[in-house]
Structures are given as C-alpha cells and as structure tokens.
C-alpha cells in the first residue's frame, strides 16, 4: 500500500503562507484521494482538505478560501497551499489516502504529520 510522508510546515506570522507537501511513495497514489487532516493538543484530527483522483476538491468551512489543495501526479505529491494564517491553524498536519475517492476509509496509518505554528 502507498505510504506518505508529509513535510513543509514551520513558523509563519499570522497573514503569512506555507505550502505543506504529501509525498508518495509510488505511483498507485494517483488512483486514491488524498486528504489532509490536522489535529491540535487535545483534539480530535479534522480533515480540512480532500482531493480525488481526478482532482474535485473540497474544504472544511474553517479554511474555505484559505487553503488550497492540489496534486502533481508527475511527482507523487499533493500539497496544501495555506495563505492568510491565523494562529487557530497552529496544528500538527497529517495526510492519507482514501480506499476509493468518496469513501472514508483510510489506507494505511498516521504518519509523523509535520507542525504548523502560527504566532499572532
């Protein structure tokens, strides 16, 4: 089963951007959607991004408009491109696969996810 690694989190001042990458670790990656999840201290994960195979997206209300997600299959990766950060975004950030593009369930387990921290 494909495996990701998720990667590009950091620092950023509140209005700031990140792009945070998901890489895979073949190419049957291209057949799954790809969501990505965050979870902060206490919290349950929430999925705030999701994108098909065939690239239909969707968001969560809280980063509508905000974040983007979008997925290069020459490279294996999927990204989430996040503008106007607001210090509620500060999260540890996951991604996974999907076992069909509008299912829930989830191929493999959580990874080591990659820290978003947005200071105010």
């Known amino acids: 089963q494909v495996q990701l690694v998720e990667s590009g989190g950091g620092l950023v001042q509140a209005g700031g951007s990140l792009t945070l990458s998901c890489a895979a670790s073949d190419s049957t990656f291209r057949r799954n959607a790809i969501g990505w999840y965050r979870q902060t201290l206490g919290l349950q994960r929430a999925l705030v991004a999701r994108?098909?195979?065939?690239?239909?997206?969707a968001y969560a209300d809280s980063v509508k408009g905000r974040f983007a997600i979008f997925r290069d299959n020459a490279k294996n990766t999927v990204y989430l491109q996040m503008n106007s950060l607001k210090p509620e975004d500060t999260a540890v950030y996951y991604c996974?696969?999907?076992?069909?593009?509008?299912?829930?369930?989830?191929?493999?387990?959580w990874g080591q996810g990659t820290q978003v921290t947005v200071s105010s």
């Open positions: 994108i098909t195979s065939t690239g239909s997206t």
């Open positions: 996974r696969a999907f076992v069909i593009d509008y299912s829930d369930a989830l191929i493999g387990s």
